[in-house]
């Protein structure tokens, strides 16, 4: 026997072995969304300058980041639903807070959303405090309602938040199973953010009020960053979305507006006027518990449905102030008629993302993220959805998905 012929012969065993030992099945991208609700850079810009979010600042240097379109007149549940159906409010039925008087919810859904998508292709779903998702629907994972939860004290589900074990008119985590799993080792946490304060609440006691508000708002992000740990911890899927919220609703009466702004109270506005600044220095707390679940082969997301800017009296129907429930006496807004005002934010790190890059202007919007997660798992755009894969953010467009098994 010639010593190529051994070879040949090496090379074939070698094959043969290869070929009967059954193919691992490639692993599937590791996706987390972290939505934010009204992340505004105008406050986050000089933390970051400071040193005060450095996990962001991370993020920021190690991917791609800027600036969201967002809709006309954004609110959170037409803008997080746009986000996960990418298409617009007046087709899949989610037009804003109420529609048709009644408090949204996901049987009013006319289009699929992302992770109904996701699901359907055998990827794992991990879902906690998306907006607009209650009743929760079955995902290929797990899924905890957010932000129009009902329940007691809550009726409405409008910018308050029952307690997971107050919940009514529908579930709030799928499967029902795990509702005792979650009571048992993260305890009976809020939903969502808390209501804020009526104007007759505040009158004559505003620091008070003011203080005790603030302090359940911490609260309220330390149930969620427990929250979020558990579920990243004993439940790990491909794709998973976590939402915070409590930091537009800090923004909406506690913005650092200067006396000359509409709206200024100093009897309000003077008690704490880090309040709003110092709920992104805690969300980068909670952004650091996230990361620790991730590594270089993850792909993070920070999403933010629009930004949150001071009352423009000269331009605004001051009745149209009271865009958060009503009783409050807002100082800062987001549904300005036009979105381009307030837009929205999206950082991304992953293994095949760009480094260090800025999207100009805006170029990408809320109606991209779905079809731009989809891509990542190699699964085709629906044809009803109207955004576009941001190909000009990953290093090798059209492979995201492969990129994923060197
Ligand atoms: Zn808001």
């Not at 006319?110 to 998508?117: D, F, T």
């Not at 990243?232 to 409590?246: E, G, I, K, R, Y």
């Not at 933010?304 to 429930?325: N, Q």
Request: with cysteine.
């Amino acid at each position: 026997m010639t010593v190529s012929r051994l070879l040949l012969l090496i090379c074939m065993a070698a094959a043969s072995l290869f070929a009967e030992s059954p193919t691992p099945p490639a692993p599937k991208p590791h996706v987390v969304v972290i939505g934010v609700n009204g992340m505004e850079w105008d406050i986050i810009r000089p933390l970051l300058l400071q040193g005060e979010m450095p996990n962001l600042a991370k993020l920021i240097h190690e991917g791609v980041y800027g600036k969201l379109r967002t809709l006309p007149a954004p609110n959170c549940p037409k803008v997080y639903t746009t986000i996960a159906t990418s298409t617009p409010p007046e087709q899949n039925g989610i037009t804003g807070f109420l529609v048709g008087g009644i408090t949204a919810n996901t049987n009013m859904l006319k289009e699929e959303p992302l992770w109904s998508v996701l699901s359907k292709h055998g990827i794992t779903v991990g879902m906690a405090n998306v907006p607009a998702t209650f009743p929760v629907l079955p995902v290929n994972g797990y899924m905890v309602s957010g932000m129009l939860t009902r329940g007691k004290n809550c009726e409405d589900g409008v910018l308050c938040a029952p307690k997971l074990s107050e919940v009514e008119g529908g579930d709030a985590v799928y499967p029902r199973s795990m509702v005792a799993e979650l009571e048992k080792n993260v305890g009976d946490f809020y939903i969502d953010c808390a209501r804020m304060p009526s104007a007759d609440e505040l009158k004559g006691k505003e620091a008070e009020v003011v203080n005790a508000w603030l302090a359940k708002v911490q609260t309220i992000r330390e149930q969620q960053t427990k929250l979020f740990d558990y579920l990243l911890t004993n439940h790990p899927t491909d794709f998973t979305m976590m939402v915070q919220s409590c930091e537009d609703r800090v923004g909406h009466w506690l913005y650092p507006i200067q006396p000359f702004n509409a709206g200024y109270n100093p009897k309000v506005n003077s008690v704490r006027v880090n309040a709003f600044p110092d709920q992104y220095r805690a969300l980068d707390k909670v952004l650091g518990t996230i990361l620790r679940h991730t590594d270089d082969n993850t792909y993070v997301f920070i999403v933010s449905d629009h930004g949150i800017k001071p009352l423009r009296e000269f331009e605004e129907d001051p009745h149209m102030h009271m865009d958060h429930g009503g009783t409050t006496p807002v100082i800062a807004k987001h549904d300005f008629a036009d979105g381009d005002d307030v837009p929205g934010s999206l950082i991304v790190v992953g293994p095949n993302i760009k480094h260090d890059v800025r999207l100009m202007g805006l170029q990408a919007s809320v109606f991209d993220i779905a079809p731009t997660i989809l891509h990542i798992y190699g699964i085709p755009q629906p044809p009803q959805m109207k955004g576009h894969v941001l190909t000009e953010i990953f290093l090798k467009p059209g492979t995201a998905a492969v990129a994923m098994e060197h």
